[in-house]
Structures are given as C-alpha cells and as structure tokens.
Nanobody, 122 residues
C-alpha cells in the first residue's frame, strides 16, 4: 500500500488549503482513513479520520469547525479541507490507512504516507 499526500504549502493565517491523499492497493472503500500532523520535537498527533462506512468524520478538538475530511472511493483518495488556518496548524501532515478492514473507531493505523508540509504565516 502506498499513500501519496499532496496539497501542502505556505498560506497566511485565515487562509485555506486542501490536502489530498491518493492510495494504492485494493479495497480502499473498506478502510478508515485518517490525517495526522507532526512538528519537529513533538509527537505525531491525530487530526481527523473518516470511517469506511457512511463516511463518519472524527476530528481533534483543535480543528473542529475548521477542517473537513472527505473521501472519494472511486478515486481512492481522501481529502482534508483546512479553513481558517492558524500559525499553530503549521506541521507536516500525514495521511494514514487503518490496519484492519471494516474496523470501527478508534482505529489502529498501519500505513502512512510521506507527508506534506503546511506552513501558516501570521
């Protein structure tokens, strides 16, 4: 399984970015997908996840109301729409795939993408 994240960049505070993560492999629609982020010197933190069934979204409190996760199973792609960005959102963002097929939240994550840098200037 390969996960290719893209869409990061430099944006001013209050701006928006849309991250994409294209996944290879079979049965994409049967796996929960997620986004995490990491800044140097800190642990990777959960940002958002979307279920394999009914596209149920989950969000960290820090991004609720600003970020929206979605998926397009026909394109094997998961998205993260990020609005009202803040400097504290600056990080490398990683997409991930759940370990188990048809699993329920909370998910165990197994496959990770290479990350895309998001920088929010004040």
């Amino acid at each position: 399984v390969q996960l290719q994240a893209s869409g990061g960049g430099l944006v001013q505070a209050g701006g928006s970015l849309r991250l994409s993560c294209a996944a290879s492999g079979r049965f994409f629609s049967s796996y929960a997908m997620g986004w995490f982020r990491q800044v140097p010197g800190k642990e990777r933190e959960f940002v958002s996840a979307i279920s394999w069934n009914d596209d149920i979204p989950y969000y960290a409190d820090s991004v609720k109301g600003r970020f929206t996760i979605s998926r397009d199973n026909a394109k094997n792609t998961v998205y993260l729409q990020m609005n009202s960005l803040k400097p504290e959102d600056t990080a490398v963002y990683y997409c991930a795939r759940a370990f188990r097929l048809n699993s329920d939240y909370p998910y165990e994550w197994h496959y990770w993408g290479q990350g895309t840098q998001v920088t929010v200037s004040s």
